[in-house]
């Protein structure tokens, strides 16, 4: 089993910028790929970033840019941080952490899920 704990979401107005942090503990050595998906209301999930356990990283077209994703495995822990600059209202939704066994990081990936932590971006 791997546990998910997510944090730094938060509220913000347009052109400032937000860390997601999202820390694995468990089971560890079975995932490849962290990421992010969000998901904002009335609109299916989509993929913000992802890296894998080599570091290679995939951003979603609209953030491009602007977030960048980041690794830090380290003992028995491994965090993954999403930094948010440039932010906009349409970025506002809920952040959901995800690992998977995968090199990729899909919405039906086999894995785990964290909770999710809301981001509001005000105009």
């Known amino acids: 089993q791997v546990q998910l704990v997510e944090s730094g979401g938060g509220s913000v107005q347009a052109g400032g910028s937000l860390r997601l942090s999202c820390a694995a503990s468990?089971?560890?050595?079975?995932?490849?790929?962290m990421g992010w998906y969000r998901q904002a209301p009335g609109k299916q999930r989509e993929l913000v970033a992802s890296i894998t356990r080599g570091g290679s990283t995939n951003y979603g077209d609209s953030v491009k840019g602007r977030f960048a994703i980041s690794r830090d495995n380290a003992n028995a822990k491994t965090t993954v941080y999403l930094q948010m600059n440039s932010l906009k209202p349409e970025d506002t939704a809920v952040y959901y952490c995800?690992?998977?066994?995968?090199?990729?990081?899909?919405?039906?990936?086999?894995?785990?899920w964290g909770q999710g932590t809301r981001v509001t971006v005000s105009s």
């Open positions: 995800t690992a998977q066994f995968g090199a990729l990081v899909l919405p039906g990936g086999s894995g785990y």
């Open positions: 468990g089971s560890i050595f079975s995932i490849n790929a």
